[in-house]
């Protein structure tokens, strides 16, 4: 397509001492290189913001995932301790703790949250491959599955804990199959793992 040029002239000058010339085409951006760069540059930065706030989010979502995890495992052990105690001394006042310390009541309490924590492992790895494959078409349902059969895990084992003189003690290992709905808290950092890779572009992956 045939350039047109346009001469800027000052008065007092001739075509021939004019020495400023700006060729425009049809096909020249309306901005010049100098704002487009500018634009560009403002754009691209707000964008790495804003993934970084995601990423930061997840990431701060994960840690609390596990650390509330970590933070009921003391309490709960000490409450079935508490209550094998009682159990064993057949005695429903409060027990002095170091009484609690004998090999009868702790492997007791072993037990329990040994089977709990494999149980725990087999359901998430039987439900992870199933429920990871709906999780690639929507993110948020299944993490909010898997939100949802984590708490009513820990709601079941809070409760037998607290009727723990009406029912038996050991069906606290009902509360891994609760997590079924939804994958519990194996599914839901998984999940948030992938968030992570979603949001990030190929070049910050590695």
């Not at 500018?38 to 790495?48: I, V």
């Not at 995601?54 to 650390?67: D, E, G, N, T, Y």
Request: hydrophobic residues 45%; negative net charge.
């Amino acid at each position: 397509m045939r350039n047109i040029n346009y001469h800027s002239i000052s008065p007092g000058q001739d075509d021939d001492d004019n020495s400023s010339i700006t060729e425009v085409s049809p096909d020249s951006p309306l901005l010049g290189p100098r704002e487009f760069s500018h634009q560009t540059t403002r754009t691209l930065w707000f964008l790495a913001k804003q993934l970084h706030s995601i990423s930061a989010l997840v990431c701060l979502a994960i840690f609390l995932w596990a650390f509330s995890g970590t933070q009921a495992i003391v309490p709960g052990t000490r409450l079935a301790e508490e209550i094998f105690c009682r159990r064993y001394y057949e005695h429903n006042a409060v027990i002095d703790e170091r009484m609690c310390k004998v090999e009868e009541i702790q492997s007791q309490v072993a037990y329990i949250f040994g089977f709990s924590i494999t149980l725990n492992g087999l359901v998430g790895m039987l439900v992870a491959f199933p429920f990871g494959v709906l999780a690639d078409r929507a993110r948020k349902p299944i993490y909010f599955l898997g939100s949802v059969g984590q708490f009513l895990g820990v709601v079941w084992m809070l409760l037998v804990f607290y009727f723990s003189d009406r029912i038996p003690a050991e069906l606290v290992l009902l509360s891994p199959v609760l997590k079924i709905l939804g994958g519990g808290l194996t599914v839901a950092t998984a999940i948030l793992y992938a968030i992570i890779s979603d949001v990030q572009t190929p070049e910050n992956k590695y």
